[in-house]
């Protein structure tokens, strides 16, 4: 039988999160203009800023919703979504230094 998830887990998961989001972002930003004059109509799907991006990915593991349902959440619990966001917002978005010995 699985244990159940502590808070410390929860917060290094969602550390986790927010350092792979970060790494995915900065892959599929552009990397610079084409040297092609053609200007494309469909750039493909918008792709929100790196905070929010990060922030999702945190509020995911926290809540254990996927995308779809932290949209809805958003419209049908906006007070929830926004103490889940805030949570989100105080999670780090790097690993901790450990000290030696300590």
């Known amino acids: 039988m699985k244990e159940k998830t502590t808070a410390d887990e929860k917060t290094l998961m969602a550390i986790h999160a927010k350092v792979a989001a970060k790494k995915r972002w900065h892959a599929i930003q552009p990397q610079g203009e084409s040297s092609s004059p053609v200007c494309y109509l469909d750039d493909g799907p ?30 049908d619990q906006p007070q929830r979504y926004g103490d889940l966001l805030e949570q989100a917002w105080a999670v780090p978005y790097a690993y901790p230094e450990i000290k030696n010995g300590g």
Do not use: F, I, R, W
């Open 46 to 75: 918008a792709v929100p800023d790196l905070e929010t991006y990060m922030n999702v990915a945190a509020m995911k593991v926290l809540s254990g919703l996927s995308c779809q349902q932290l949209e809805a959440l958003k419209v």
